[in-house]
């Protein structure tokens, strides 16, 4: 692949796991989901043969464990036919780069978070005044510069459907991110909901290290436009999902995961929203 890639600047080891990291799990015969320290990634795709696709390219410093997950997964010489990102915030792309100078694939994403994905545009930095736990308060050293993967992105298809993976569609859920996507299967009701809803509260040190689980708006400290993380929460409880694999925390399905979906609209602005931080009264996506 191109040089010009990169990953962002202040992209480094990031000391944080949680009780599930190095875990995998098939949800699905063709639904696999990974914990690399404390984030999900998803390997769509039936082992037995055919295509396959890596959602979201994990911590930074993680690839080879991420190439031996997938190894293991879909064999010794198999790359995905793409990868296909949720959003670009640090532990969604932390490894993508040494990825792609392996896997010369490409890499979907919406256009909204091309800035981000370019070079072009740092994420506004981690709220550490926001109201949360330790997580919250020790965001500042989350990288949030850009990373540079021009050369291998393409957006997603404005007709909805999600490359290589027949059956899915994305579904656009800003707030916490602008171009933030999560990716819906009708047929089964399966949900890969990256951060717009979590199922472990992301900013508790003690939550996160034992993954305890509840569904949970997304983690605040990179939040930064509450409305449209409302908006985004309502639009997939109503597609009534059976099965959720978040982009943090473990999967969740049936009638807990709809109990809990229901309340966290609910009582969005209670349980969800922050009483104190920069972007709270933010209605901008900046």
Known sequence: MDTNMHQSADNKFIPMTSVSSGTGHEVRPDV??????????VLVGNPSGGDWVLVDAGM?????????????????????????????????????VSLLEEWPVPVFAHPLEFPFLTGQQAYPEPDVTVQGGLLA????????EPINIAPALQPLPEDGSVPFM?????????????????????HDRTLLSADAFITVKQDSLYKVLVQKEEVCGPPVYLTTNWPAAYDSVKKLEALQPQMVVPGHGTFMQGEALSQGLRKLVQDFEQVAVPDYGKFVNNTNQH
């Open 32 to 41: 696999y989901y990974y914990t690399n320290q404390i984030v999900n990634l």
């Open 60 to 96: 930074p410093k993680s690839a080879s464990e991420i190439k031996e997950v997938c190894r293991g997964r879909f064999g010794e010489n198999s790359k995905p036919a793409a990868i296909v990102l949720t959003h670009g915030h640090f532990d969604h792309v932390g490894s993508l």
């Open 137 to 144: 308060k020790i965001s500042s050293i989350y990288p949030n």
């Open 166 to 186: 027949p059956g899915w569609r994305w579904v656009h859920t800003p707030g916490h991110s602008p171009g933030q996507v999560a990716f819906f299967r009708d």
